[in-house]
């Protein structure tokens, strides 16, 4: 990519972002609801992936429900845009008006701190994931994201520039191991997104009955550590999102490093499942998520 084209998506994302934050919310996201309109019924932008993940995830379903799910998809994460460019607006005097984060919930990080070796604090692409983190950090857990490079460098450093503003805490793929160990020895609590498709390298498992390749990072870093794992969403319900954390326990290790990590990623794989079960039309279909296949 020319250094020209990297300047000039840059400064097109600088005036959309401009231009949204100077609207209100509901304004900004009625527009969102007309630019998915645009997307998913006349440019029909993934809908064939997004229609092929739906039919292995719900073969139950009818071919219309899967449609209107496609359709419900691109409106949630249109919206999910608008409110990432919004990321600075958002502090802890307002941001109750738009985040919930009940006692209880709350309650599961603080005794996973308590254990003195951080937390490995898992996520999947539903809800909005950014705003999650951003809620953990405002209510004043010490958040470390671990985060993709992207290939237009003006970009990632705004990205991290919005996300650093609730005092979160980033590191890059490329560091990662030095940077998660780091922040863990600090007892922070390291973020990671582990449901995309991580190719060869990736662990199988099983992903609404079909094996998935998924990142291992998680089910390493906690054998490596003995760090608790708690997983984390952030679905929007009644006008708000309602976060849900939920310590993962793994009983049945036995020692082999290879099977142990199958395992760990398997019961997180399971509980990001059921949340996407209860909101599919709130997950990132638009993925493919079964792109890699396991080897016969």
């Not at 600088?14 to 209100?24: T, W, Y």
């Not at 705003?131 to 237009?152: D, I, K, R």
């Not at 326990?249 to 395992?263: H, K, M, Q, R």
């Amino acid at each position: 990519m020319s250094s020209f084209r990297k300047w000039a998506e840059y400064a097109t994302l600088n005036l959309i972002v401009s231009g949204l934050n100077f609207l209100p919310l509901d304004t900004a996201r009625e527009l969102a609801d007309g630019l998915a309109f645009f997307v998913c019924s006349v440019l029909k932008i993934r809908k064939t992936v997004t229609l092929n993940n739906l039919s292995r995830a719900f073969p139950q379903r009818t071919d219309k429900e899967r449609r209107r799910i496609y359709r419900r998809v691109w409106r949630h994460f249109t919206r999910v845009a608008v409110e990432l460019a919004r990321l600075p607006r958002l502090n802890s005097a307002n941001m109750s008006k738009y985040i919930y984060i009940a006692p209880e919930q709350a309650t599961v990080l603080t005794e996973a701190l308590s254990l003195k070796r951080g937390v490995i604090f898992v996520s999947g692409h539903l809800g909005n994931w950014e705003w999650l983190g951003a809620g953990a950090a405002m209510s004043g857990f010490p958040m470390t994201y671990v985060v993709e490079n992207q290939t237009n460098r003006r970009i990632e450093e705004w990205m991290n520039r919005l996300r650093t503003k609730p005092n979160v805490e980033i590191v890059t793929r490329q560091n990662a191991v030095k940077g998660i160990l780091s922040a863990l020895k600090r007892n922070r609590i390291v973020a990671m997104l582990s449901d995309q498709d991580a190719g060869p390298a990736g662990v199988f498992v099983l992903l609404f009955g079909t094996p998935a390749s998924t990142p291992r990072g998680p089910a390493l870093f906690h054998l490596k550590t003995g760090a608790p794992i708690v997983f984390g969403a952030a679905p929007f319900i009644e006008n708000k999102y309602r976060i849900i954390f939920e310590r993962l326990t793994f009983p049945n290790l036995t020692g082999d490093y290879e099977i142990d990590e199958a395992s760990i990623m398997s019961i997180i794989t399971k509980r990001l499942e059921r949340e996407i079960t209860n909101y599919p039309e709130q997950y990132l279909w638009l993925h493919r998520r079964w792109k890699t296949t396991p080897k016969a």
